[in-house]
Nanobody, 117 residues
Framework: QVQLVESGEGLVQAGGSLRLSCAAS????????MGWYRQTPGSQREFVAS???????AYTDSVKGRFTISNDAAKNMVYLQMNSLKASDTGVYYC???????????WGQGTQVTVSS
């Protein structure tokens, strides 16, 4: 079973930047699609961005033009570069992977991102 571990938590002022990383314990080719969700207390997890093993990306409208998702198969890593951060971007960010041949998601433990205004 592949494990996912996030890193890059931090406190940043509005307008600043932060980079999140997700390290997989095995080949990320094991996942058909990987990406990020975020969650604030009392709310459901919200989709943020995703990337397929073929490089196709998708973003929620609120982060388009500001966030960039990428991967590095040689390092078994997925990244989320966040620029022009807003207070509304605050939350716990979770890395996920959807395995090839399955519908269940694998989740990381989450990393806190706090944007101050």
């Amino acid at each position: 079973q592949v494990q996912l571990v996030e890193s890059g938590e931090g406190l940043v002022q509005a307008g600043g930047s932060l980079r999140l990383s997700c390290a997989a314990s095995a080949n990320i080719a094991s996942f058909n699609r990987m990406g990020w969700y975020r969650q604030t207390p009392g709310s459901q997890r919200e989709f943020v961005a995703s990337i397929t093993r073929f490089g196709t990306t998708a973003y929620t409208d609120s982060v388009k033009g500001r966030f960039t998702i990428s991967n590095d198969a040689a390092k078994n890593m997925v990244y989320l570069q966040m620029n022009s951060l807003k207070a509304s971007d605050t939350g716990v960010y979770y890395c996920y992977g959807r395995p090839v041949g399955g519908d269940s998601y694998t989740w990381g433990q989450g990393t806190q991102v706090t944007v101050s205004s």
